[in-house]
């Protein structure tokens, strides 16, 4: 990995007060190596759609992460081309695997199936 830098302190300081939030900071980590729909955030986390989409839309305006659309359907992935891609990877290290509750949504039959 490069030691690629941030422009600015007040970047930074954007980008943490963002992943300061245990709920998108818990999206991150699932979406560093999974692509989500929001239904199954809505389903992690118990939460209605606007509140998850809220989340969302505060780190697709900062540029961590991506979405692609299918049909209805909007799925989210961490943005590899944004300048700050390094320094979240760099936070995301320390931050435990939150695979397990992807693995729990599949017991339950709801990991993507829901949204197609």
């Known amino acids: 990995m490069s030691t690629k830098s941030i422009d600015s302190i007040e970047k ?4 943490l007060k963002l ?3 245990k709920t998108r900071l818990s999206m991150v980590k699932l979406i560093e ?4 729909c929001v239904c ?3 389903d992690i986390y118990q939460a ?3 509140s998850i989409s809220q989340h969302l839309r505060k780190l697709r305006d900062a540029e961590l992460v991506k979405e692609r659309r299918k049909g209805q359907w909007v799925f989210y992935s961490l943005n ?3 300048q700050y891609y390094e320094f979240v990877l760099g936070i995301l290290e320390s931050v435990p695997s939150q ?3 992807l693995k729990e949504l599949e017991k339950q ?8």
């Not at 039959?109 to 197609?116: H, N, P, T, V």
């Open 12 to 15: 930074a300081a954007h980008i």
């Open 19 to 21: 992943l300061g939030d």
């Open 33 to 36: 190596s999974n692509e989500c």
């Open 40 to 42: 199954e955030f809505v």
């Open 48 to 50: 209605s759609q606007p």
């Open 80 to 82: 590899k081309e944004s």
């Open 99 to 101: 695979d397990e509750r």
């Open 109 to 116: 039959g709801l990991r993507i199936s829901c949204c197609e």
